[in-house]
């Protein structure tokens, strides 16, 4: 999931600092759950999409994700009337930047069943940023909850037919992150209700939409395994996985002192989280040990806890069947 106000901050320090020790465009400190995947197994980090030219840039894979991406299109969101100044490359657009991968790797239409067959695809997390510019618009967690149906759970169900057809043998799709957990969404819905917070202190409301998602999206994967009984398709899940580590972030070696809902990098309030002074920015800032933080910029993980939440997809319990026993690297 991506968010930010000043999408230009994630090019400036400290963006990048505990890993690549300079900014790369990736939300975070270090590395995202790709790249620890990639670690993993055994393969360098993958090419973003928009940075290839050639086919050898993405001899080990591709990356298609771009911050701010939605599962739908901008004309579903201009037909709510919602602003759609977010980057307009949806799945849909994602979908059509593998096929021309597929096309520079192997010119021969015929070669990229095998291709597909010995490769593993992430679809997701995706669906976030749709329910995250409605309610950031100020629509109401109701409305947006009818946008479940029209979204990635239903809508990316033809991505994976389609994935399928060309012949794909094991297709992991993660479930959505606990959002009510975000320190972006706490600052943004603070209230003194505390009826609306569980015992951990994060947001109900926005995680019970998760969870209608999640739910959503777990059915979908039902009827496409059904569909498909020779194609390995994983859940992974995400939100668990969070939740886990949220809850108690020293067994996931954060370290002493670890605030699981408070920003490493931030303009400041409760949850270091200013909606308008953004990690990146001169005013914000961050604090001296990210691998003791969960939440990097208030709306994405640190390296550390990205790495946590793909070890558990990887290895389990997060993931049925686990990454690792079903890929084909």
């Known amino acids: 999931m991506s968010y930010a106000r ?6 400036r320090p400290p963006y990048g600092e505990t890993f690549f020790r300079r900014p790369n465009g990736r939300f975070c400190d270090g590395r995202i759950i790709i790249d620890h995947l990639a670690d993993a197994l055994g393969i360098p980090f993958l090419t973003p999409y928009l940075a290839g030219n050639e086919s050898r840039d993405y001899a080990h894979g591709a990356n298609f994700a771009v911050g701010g991406a939605t599962a739908l299109g901008h004309g579903y969101f201009r037909r709510k009337k919602l602003d759609t100044r977010f980057t307009p490359y ?6 059509l930047w593998l096929k021309r991968v597929l096309r520079m790797l192997s010119p021969a239409g015929p070669g990229w069943s095998d291709l597909m067959e010995s490769s593993l695809f992430l679809v997701g997390e995706i669906g976030g940023n749709d329910y995250n510019q409605a309610l950031f618009q100020g629509r109401s967690v109701d409305e ?12 990316a169900l033809q ?18 992150f606990p959002i009510g957990c975000n320190p972006g969404y706490l600052t943004k819905f603070q209230t003194n209700d505390t009826a609306q917070y ?5 947001l109900r409301w926005p995680n019970d939409l998760v969870k209608l998602h999640n739910r959503a999206l777990r059915a979908e994967l039902a009827e496409l395994s059904r569909q498909h009984p020779g194609v390995a398709v994983v859940y992974a899940d995400y939100y668990a996985a969070a939740m886990d580590l949220t809850g108690d972030p020293r067994k996931h070696g954060t370290g002493f002192g670890a605030e699981p809902l408070v920003a490493c990098c931030g303009g400041g309030g409760p949850y270091n989280t200013n909606l308008t002074v953004h990690c990146g920015m ?6 001296w040990n990210p691998y003791a933080a969960v939440s990097w910029d208030g709306f994405h993980y640190t390296d550390h806890a990205y790495k946590v939440i793909a070890d558990g997809v990887l290895r389990g319990p997060h993931a049925v069947p686990p990454i690792l026993a079903k890929s084909p690297l």
């Open 144 to 155: 947006v909850k009818t946008y479940v149906p029209d979204g990635s759970p239903a809508s």
């Open 282 to 287: 001169r005013a914000a800032t961050a604090c």
């Open 6 to 11: 000043s999408p230009g901050a994630v090019a």
């Open 198 to 202: 569980d015992s951990m202190g994060c």
């Open 159 to 176: 991505d994976y037919q389609e994935l399928i057809g060309l012949g794909a043998k094991t297709i992991v799709v993660p479930g959505n």
């Open 90 to 95: 949806s799945l849909h657009w994602q979908m």
